[in-house]
């Protein structure tokens, strides 16, 4: 009953910027906190950058300074500004949030949920 849909990967030079975007749609009553993880091939799924309802951030070091976390509440999308990329973070990037939704009677249920994915390439 809930999509995370993510756009805007691609190939890019080393140094250059891209802006990801992830729109969630469904039966949604509010969305509680939203993020952004990527894995490389190979590799495990690591954490990039995350956005509370309130709009409080927390990045990792390999990111900090470079990327930028927004959301609009308004439109339930997410989006993650990258600049200055490097060859390392190339990636498949997913979008990842806490959606509240209705369930039976007056219940609220909060569902982990996780967009497609889409793959970043940074050449250099």
């Known amino acids: 009953q809930v999509q995370l849909v993510e756009s805007g990967g691609g190939l890019v030079q080393e140094g250059g910027s891209l802006r990801l975007s992830c729109a969630a749609s469904?039966?949604?009553?509010?969305?509680?906190?939203m993020g952004w993880y990527r894995q490389a091939l190979g590799q495990q799924r690591e954490l990039v950058a995350i956005i509370t309802r309130g709009g409080r951030t927390t990045y990792p070091d390999s990111v900090e300074g470079r990327f930028t976390i927004s959301r609009d509440n308004a439109k339930n999308t997410v989006y993650l500004q990258m600049n200055s990329l490097k060859p390392e973070d190339t990636a498949v990037y997913y979008c990842?949030?806490?959606?509240?939704?209705?369930?039976?009677?007056?219940?609220?249920?909060?569902?982990?949920?996780w967009g497609q994915g889409t793959l970043v390439t940074v050449s250099s």
């Open positions: 990842n949030a806490g959606v509240v939704v209705k369930a039976e009677g007056f219940r609220l249920n909060t569902l982990d949920a």
């Open positions: 469904g039966s949604i009553f509010s969305i509680n906190a």
